[in-house]
C-alpha cells in the first residue's frame, strides 16, 4: 500500500478508450480505495484528452468507439476497484465546462519549446507519418487545467507521466509569480513499484491497451483462460541459475516486470517475493503468478458485471459527480477570471 499522509485533494484521470490494463490498475488503480480515505479525491474520466488520438475514420456508430460505453464502463470498473461514490467524485471530463476553459487561459502561460520537449510527444510523432492533432502536443496544458482546478494537493501517477506533472508545476509557479498564490502546487505520488508496468513480449516498453500485439497487454476485462496464457507465454530470460527469479532491472527485464506484477496484486515487497521463489523456475514462477493475478482479476470481473448491468446507478454517479466537480472547481475559475479582470 502507498504510504501517504494527510492532505486534501487528490486528483487523477483515465481515458475511456478501450479496457483499462493490469499497467492501469499497477500504475494508480490499486491503491485509489485506500487513498480515498485521506484525501478528498476527485476520479476525471478525461475524455477531451481521449480525442487527441480519435480518428475521424472510424465508424461513429460502432460501439467499440462509443464513447457513452466505454465511459460507463469505466465509472463500473472504478467502483469494481473500490471507489466510494459517498466518498469520492467521480464525473466525466467534458461534462464540467471549466476544465476547457482554464485550459484556454493556461495556454498563454506555457511555451512551444516546453511543450515540444515532452517525450511522450515526440514519441507519438515518431510513430506516425502523417501531421497530428495539435491537441496531442497541448495535451500537457489540458492536464494542468484538470489538476489545478480542484486546489489539488496531490496526483497519483505512472512514471510516464512524471514528465507532464513537473510541467504543470511549472505552469502553476509561472502563474502564481505574475497574479499571487491563485494555484496549489500539486506533489506527485507514485508507486514504490509497479508505477510502470512492461509489454509483457517486450519489457523494453510499456504495457499499453493500444499494443498491436495483444499478447504484450492484459486487460481487466479479457478471458481468464486468455490472461493465464499470456503469462505463461511471458518473456524472462536465458538465466536458469538456482537463483533465476530476481529482480534486476537491467540484466532481467523481463523477470523483474513480472515480479513487479506479482507484488502490487499480492502487495509483498519484491524482496520477499525474490527469496520466496529464489529456487523456483521460470514456468513454475510464472504458473504461481498466473493464479494470483487470474484469482485477482476475476474477483474484480464479478463485481464489475454486477455494477454494470445497473446503468440507471452509473448515470445518477456521474450526475452527482458532475455537480460535485463543478461546484468546486468554478471556485477556482473565477479566482483566475478576478485577477485577469475577465
Known amino acids: 500500500m502507498l504510504d501517504i499522509k494527510k492532505k ?6 483515465i481515458q475511456p478508450t478501450g479496457w483499462l490494463t493490469l499497467g492501469n490498475y499497477c500504475g494508480t488503480m490499486c491503491n485509489w480505495k485506500y487513498i480515498q ?3 478528498k479525491c476527485f476520479f476525471c474520466i478525461a475524455d477531451l484528452h481521449a480525442l487527441t488520438t480519435y480518428s475521424k475514420n472510424r465508424n461513429k456508430n460502432s460501439t467499440k468507439n462509443n464513447f457513452s460505453t466505454n465511459i460507463l464502463d469505466m465509472v463500473a470498473l472504478y467502483l469494481s476497484c473500490g471507489v466510494d461514490p459517498n466518498h469520492s467524485t467521480i464525473f466525466v471530463q467534458s461534462h464540467v465546462y471549466t476544465h476547457s476553459q482554464l485550459y484556454w487561459i493556461l495556454s498563454n502561460f506555457v511555451y512551444f519549446g516546453e511543450l515540444s520537449r515532452m517525450t511522450q510527444f515526440k514519441q507519438k510523432l515518431m510513430l506516425k507519418n502523417t501531421n497530428i492533432n495539435l491537441s496531442l502536443f497541448c495535451y500537457p496544458v489540458l492536464m494542468a487545467a484538470d489538476i489545478l482546478l480542484y486546489h489539488t494537493n496531490c496526483v497519483l501517477v505512472g512514471l510516464d507521466q512524471k514528465q507532464h506533472l513537473e510541467l504543470v508545476q511549472k505552469i502553476a509557479h509561472r502563474f502564481n509569480a505574475i497574479y499571487g498564490n491563485i494555484f496549489i502546487i500539486p506533489d506527485i505520488l507514485m508507486l514504490p513499484t509497479g508505477n510502470k508496468i512492461m509489454a509483457l513480449q517486450n519489457p523494453e516498453k510499456k504495457m499499453s491497451k493500444s499494443d498491436k500485439n495483444i499478447d504484450n497487454t492484459i486487460f481487466l476485462l479479457e478471458e481468464i483462460d486468455s490472461i493465464r496464457l499470456k503469462l505463461q507465454r511471458a518473456l524472462t530470460d536465458s538465466d536458469y541459475s538456482s537463483t533465476c527469479i530476481r529482480y ?12 513487479s506484477i506479482f507484488s502490487c496484486i499480492t502487495s509483498k515487497k519484491i524482496s520477499i517475493l525474490e527469496d ?12 504461481k503468478l498466473s493464479d494470483v493475478v487470474c484469482n485477482f482479476i476475476s474477483e474484480i470481473q464479478n463485481v464489475y458485471y454486477k455494477f454494470r448491468k445497473d446503468e440507471d446507478y452509473l448515470i445518477d454517479v456521474l450526475t452527482h459527480g458532475k455537480k460535485n466537480a463543478l461546484k468546486y472547481s468554478i471556485k477556482k475559475l473565477y479566482s483566475v477570471f478576478r485577477v485577469l479582470n475577465l
Not at 534486476?248 to 515480479?259: A, C, Q
Not at 520466496?276 to 504458473?287: D, G, I, L, M
Open 8 to 13: 486534501n485533494v487528490m486528483f487523477t484521470g
Open 37 to 39: 480515505k485521506e484525501y
Open 248 to 259: 534486476d532491472i537491467l540484466k532481467k527485464p523481463g523477470v523483474s516486470n513480472l515480479l
Open 276 to 287: 520466496e521463489f529464489k529456487n523456483y523456475q521460470y514456468s513454475s514462477f510464472k504458473k
